[in-house]
């Protein structure tokens, strides 16, 4: 007994020594495993978008999670959690005596659990069992069992897409999952044990039994009734969320695929992998809550689609919303519309008039005037005369612009917006100025991303870091910042009038409560088809777009408005407990070099 006592454990040291390699950095674990993450079970090259599984967890802290779940969650899961070493022997026993005799099994443990939906692939099979004890204890030896406990509770399927329980609770709820009342907590533990078949919206009156079977079984009598009814008491679990808006992330999902075939075929090859993605959860489940509540608008408005993309000034996508319904429409806007941007192109109108060497405070004529059989015309059909160039920019006169344009030369505008990486399509003709040319939302945010990171050309990203099934994180070069496209005082220059247009200007309606130094432009194109704002922090840069697939005309929709206020909705949430910093154009100002001769 003793011999193979000995060979047993032997045969343990082993396997976890020689599955070690399946487990990242503990510390890397910790810090992908709270995100967003792609799963293909396949390779990339069989991988449809519709196939990945995007685990889309919001993330869980004990401090954050009602004490009844936590408690019901290990009364019922596993009891003696903080006793065993990530293996609970006698369950392993009971499993693999199971999956021997009928191919059905049980008695996980927790740590378990997690090593299986996070590093191993979910059939229930004798080989994936024995793969899992040597991980669920080298994962128990690495992390202590608040840190596991967070991220089983953080990546746990509850259906309806929702992973981890602070997703869970708000979208069957409502509420935060610090907020849960005993019953619903019981509600949730349950739906662990089958979620896609059985869970509050689905089955709820077998679930609702179970629940309370679980209440008595854990409390008692009476005490059952009274825990089942309370909730955490104080303001801290107001306000109730209305609904739970409907599954938009898959427009992410279905981006980041999209950028592996063509950034990372080389890399990935056939191979199954994991993908950790820049989305932010918390800023997706913002994302999506302003598009819901702009969708209430369609009626008024004339129009069937929205979409937004947020990123940091560095290029990393924060959160994505490619239209107003996945399941109706996958087609994301975000990345494959190409549509007029309007006046939201301006800016590289005057940035190159800065570099012609203009200042804001030079006279441009807001007059009518035709060229070549084009004339320009304001949206609110009048003419101010003699107008700073500053004024023109912030109250966005069409004629002026052209003017200016016209003034210094079309090709000093294209030539910058090559410069600064933009790819959207730049017509040889006056209409240039006003944002004729043809472009995708991402385009132009990469380009605000620019002016807010000191003007230094980005492009848009979604994926972090990947990591193969069989071994550790795969090679990523990181993105090499380029250096700065324009000179330093100029781009601080056009940001400070981008300030105006928030303050006092047509992107009025975009200022949000907080404090934060913000800069944007609005857009509308010709007979009001497209209603654009791209705006920017020093923390996010966030574009707008708001029209129809059909490229009707709106019911005189207009960037400054709804566009501006979807992108207030999502500022003001996304900044919360964040500091107030300077925007970096201009951070360090100094004195504009020379400027260059004109051409020709």
Not at 215 to 242: D, I, M, N, S, T
Not at 306 to 328: F, H, K, N, W
Not at 394 to 415: F, M, P
Not at 575 to 581: E, F, M, Q, S
Request: charged share 30%.
């Amino acid at each position: 007994m003793k011999t193979v006592a000995i060979l047993a454990l032997a045969l343990v040291f082993w396997a976890v020594l020689h599955l070690r390699a399946r487990l990242p950095e503990p510390e890397r674990t910790a810090e992908f495993v709270h995100r967003a993450s792609l799963v293909a079970e396949r390779g990339l090259d069989g991988l449809r978008p519709w196939d990945a599984t995007l685990v889309f967890p919001l993330p869980a802290r004990l401090g954050d999670i009602a004490p009844v779940f936590v408690e019901l969650l290990l009364l019922d899961e596993d009891r003696r959690f903080f006793v065993h070493s990530g293996i609970d022997w006698r369950g392993i026993g009971r499993a693999l005596g199971g999956l021997l005799r009928s191919g059905g099994g049980g008695g996980s443990t927790l740590t378990q659990q997690l090593v299986k939906n996070v590093y191993l692939h979910p059939g229930r099979t004798l080989a994936r069992k024995l793969e899992e004890i040597p991980l669920a204890l080298y994962l128990d030896w690495e992390l202590d069992k608040a840190e596991l406990l967070e991220l089983y509770m953080s990546h746990a399927y509850f259906g309806y897409d929702f992973y981890g329980v602070e997703a869970a609770a708000r979208g069957y709820f409502g509420v935060r999952a610090r907020c849960l009342t005993g019953l619903e907590a019981a509600l949730l533990v349950r739906t662990l044990k089958a979620p896609a078949r059985r869970n509050p919206r689905t089955d709820l009156r077998r679930l609702s039994q179970e629940a309370r079977a679980l209440l008595l079984r854990a409390y008692g009598g009476e005490r059952a009734r009274r825990v089942a009814r309370q909730r955490a008491k104080g303001g801290r679990c107001r306000p109730r969320y209305k609904s739970w808006p409907p599954p938009r992330r898959f427009y992410a999902r279905d981006a980041a695929v999209a950028e592996m075939r063509t950034r990372y075929r080389a890399i990935l090859g056939d191979r199954p992998f994991v993908a950790y993605l820049t989305i932010d959860p918390e800023l997706q489940l913002y994302a999506e809550l302003a598009v819901e509540e702009a969708l209430g608008e369609r009626d008024r408005y004339g129009f069937d689609q929205i979409a937004l993309i947020a990123m940091s000034p560095d290029g990393a996508v924060r959160a994505l919303v490619g239209g107003a319904d996945y399941r109706r429409s996958p087609w994301n806007r975000v990345d494959r519309a190409r549509r007029q941007p309007g006046s939201a192109f301006k800016p590289l109108v005057y940035l190159a008039a800065l570099e012609a060497g203009a200042r804001f405070d030079d006279l441009v004529e807001d007059a009518p005037f035709e060229i070549r059989g084009y004339r320009p015309r304001n949206i609110d059909r009048r003419h101010l005369g003699p107008i700073p160039i500053r004024e023109a920019l912030v109250d966005s006169r069409n004629v002026a612009t052209v003017r200016l344009a016209e003034r210094i030369g079309r090709w000093r505008i294209r030539e910058l917006a090559r410069r600064l990486g933009y790819e959207g399509e730049l017509p040889d003709d006056p209409t240039l100025a006003l944002g004729s040319g043809e472009t995708t939302l991402r385009d132009l945010v990469e380009l605000f991303a620019t002016f807010a990171n000191g003007g230094r050309p980005v492009r848009a990203r979604l994926v972090e870091a990947l990591r193969d099934r069989r071994g550790g994180f795969l090679p990523i070069e990181p993105p090499r910042p380029d250096p700065p496209a324009v000179d330093r005082a100029r781009l601080c220059a056009l940001v400070r009038v981008l300030e105006q247009v928030v303050r006092r200007g047509t992107g009025r309606r975009a200022a949000f409560m907080g404090g934060h130094p913000t800069a944007g432009k609005t857009g509308t194109s010709q007979n009001y088809r497209d209603a654009w704002f791209v705006g920017f922090t020093a923390h996010y840069v966030v574009g707008v777009w708001v029209g129809r697939d059909d490229d009707r005309p709106m019911k005189g929709l207009i960037g400054g408005d709804l566009p501006a206020r979807v992108f207030a909705r999502f500022m003001v949430n996304a900044h919360l407990g964040l500091p107030r910093r300077p925007l970096a154009a201009c951070g360090a100002e100094r004195a504009i070099s020379p400027v260059p001769a004109p051409r020709g």
